[in-house]
DNA sequence: CACAGATGCTTCGAATCCGAAGCACTAACT
DNA sequence: AGTTAGTGCTTCGGATTCGAAGCATCTGTG
């Protein structure tokens, strides 16, 4: 474990923080928006944006928790939530009785357009002003590819439960 | 409000989508390692390493909470924890008795030192392995613009107390 | 100097979050 | 069918988070 010690040069030390800095502010002010705009924290407008995306407005619990990267647990107390307050519906799979299918409400949906301009405005205002056309292709090509490969390495807690090896 | 209805296109969505999973996704492995090698908690880190790359090894609680983009009372919070562990010391600031400089003690530093392989472990594994040079070199670029254009603008809860306007 | 406003931090209460444990159902193997 | 492992979700307890309110200090102005 942690057999490579090297350390980062600049460029690279600039990139992490960098990222985790934009993110932050980034989160930060869109959380202020979505709540003024329609009393939404980031997570639950994350779901409820999902959700409207999906063909059919319904995704799994499991598939909705991986899908924003967070916990099973803290997706069911936002899913309550957002249950009791009519802007999704949950119910028991067909197929798999173990498995909860959540739906998108019409109240969702929205909630949704009443709130997605203001977040537009503050993700133009704040990430995409000060680049260029190139830029946002960069940003869009190297994290994408970043994502790919995180998401390709086990993607929740690592050790796969048993390993049926020959 | 919103008076720019106008929509993104599929490359701007995707660098925008991807930027939040990449750090979603980082945050939360790093988060583990960290846990498990020194159990920090991914702020208690980034607090640490500030402190450690300070000249001399201490910050005002305002600074360090704008720098990590974090709430005053979430800090007030992580800094007794951290107090009470030994790894920082707090003391009222010389010059302006209001002030609370926290300080990175020998402990603190050892437990950086402890954690560090790892973490960067991490970062090479997830972050910088799918990338070529230049991809890291434009993501610190652009990444590093957006930066200063969000601390450029009113850095924390918009509206500045009072407008001493002419 | 007295005072109002600004600033720095903490306390408080409520909301949110996570991992571990538990419950229910499904799949695989015999 | 019976047994064992795997999967999906929720409940539980504790930790963390934030904003609002409160307290103390500082600053600028009369």
């Given at each position: 474990m942690a057999d490579t010690p090297r350390s980062f040069d600049s460029t690279e030390l600039g990139a992490y923080f960098a990222l985790i800095e934009?993110?932050?502010l980034?989160?930060?002010?869109?959380?202020q928006q979505l709540r003024g705009a329609g009393d939404l924290s980031y997570v639950q407008f994350q779901l409820l944006a999902r959700l409207g995306n999906s063909?059919?407005?319904s995704y799994r619990m499991t598939d909705l928790a991986d899908g924003v990267v967070y916990s099973r647990s803290g997706l069911t107390y936002q899913a309550q939530s957002l249950e009791q307050r009519g802007l999704?519906?949950?119910?028991?799979?067909?197929?798999?009785e173990r498995s909860t299918t959540v739906t998108i409400t019409q109240q969702g949906r929205d909630t949704l357009t009443k709130v997605f301009p203001g977040h537009i405005a503050v993700l133009d205002e704040l990430l995409f002003e000060p680049l260029e056309r190139a830029d946002v292709e960069a940003?869009?090509?190297?994290?994408?590819?970043v994502r790919d490969h995180m998401r390709a390495a086990p993607p929740r807690s690592a050790a796969p439960?048993?390993?049926?090896?020959s």
């Open positions: 934009v993110s932050s980034l989160r930060h002010t869109v959380e063909p059919d407005g999704v519906t949950r119910a028991p799979s067909p197929d798999d940003m869009a090509d190297v994290l994408g590819r439960r048993r390993r049926r090896t």
